[in-house]
């Protein structure tokens, strides 16, 4: 079992940032990507960014690219997603993902989400 743990949400005025994190902890060995999801009220969740283990290959949505980026701390376990200029449409609870091999599994694993409120 992987266990993802976030933080780093809160309430920040339109253009304004704020930096998520997400530490994975458990057995982490088979990570091959780890992400960013989004769940506005109302809508489905949607991508917002990942990251692939090896290499580093990042992929965004097209609502934040040039705002946000997504990075790595291997030697922790964790992965950012710091969110600039931000935008009352970027308001959502923000899900934290990780995917795993094990064996002929795939399997995917979420965190508890934090809210991000951009509002003035």
């Known amino acids: 079992q992987v266990r993802l743990v976030e933080s780093g949400g809160g309430l920040v005025q339109p253009g304004g940032s704020l930096r998520l994190s997400c530490a994975a902890s458990?057995?982490?060995?088979?990570?091959?990507?780890m992400g960013w999801y989004r769940q506005a009220p109302g809508k489905q969740r949607e991508l917002v960014a990942t990251s692939i283990t090896s290499g580093g290959s990042t992929n965004y949505a097209d609502s934040v690219k040039g705002r946000f980026t997504i990075s790595r701390d291997n030697t922790k376990n964790t992965v950012y997603l710091q969110m600039n200029s931000l935008k009352p449409e970027d308001t959502a609870v923000y899900y934290c993902?990780?995917?795993?091999?094990?064996?002929?599994?795939?399997?995917?694993?979420w965190g508890q989400g934090t809210q991000v409120t951009v509002s003035s």
């Open positions: 993902n990780a995917k795993q091999i094990d064996g002929l599994r795939n399997l995917d694993y």
């Open positions: 458990g057995r982490i060995s088979g990570i091959y990507m």
